[in-house]
């Protein structure tokens, strides 16, 4: 079991950066591959990018490739997720997520666990 606990979500203009944190407490951190997907007003839950559970691999969505980096500190149980020129279609709310294995699925069924949000709004 993990709980996951997202913060850093807030509103920011078009072209800013924001950089979200996902706090991980529970088992072992580094035996969970680590997502996240975004939901925008209306739309369902759609995948941002994830990291494989060495760290040594990661993938992200055509949308936010070359825009968004996810890393983490193994230390701290904690992983990030850099999102930089931010455009207006990248509204919604940001959720962390885990599941057991190493392979980075991008769909939400792949995932057991998940944090509760945070909100992004990115003004035009």
């Not at 996902?22 to 994830?50: D, I």
């Not at 070359?66 to 999102?83: C, E, H, P, W």
């Amino acid at each position: 079991q993990v709980q996951l606990v997202e913060s850093g979500g807030g509103l920011v203009q078009a072209g800013g950066s924001l950089r979200l944190s996902c706090a991980a407490s529970g088992r072992t951190f580094s035996m969970y591959t680590m997502g996240w997907f975004r939901q925008a007003p209306g739309q369902g839950r759609e995948f941002v990018g994830g990291m494989s559970w060495s760290g040594g691999s990661t993938y992200y969505a055509d949308s936010v490739k070359g825009r968004f980096t996810i890393s983490r500190d193994t230390a701290k149980n904690t992983v990030y997720l850099q999102m930089n020129n931010l455009k207006p279609e990248d509204t919604g709310v940001y959720y962390c997520t885990a599941r057991v294995g190493a392979v980075i699925h991008t769909e939400t069924t792949q995932y057991a666990y998940w944090g509760q949000g945070t909100q992004v709004t990115v003004s035009s």
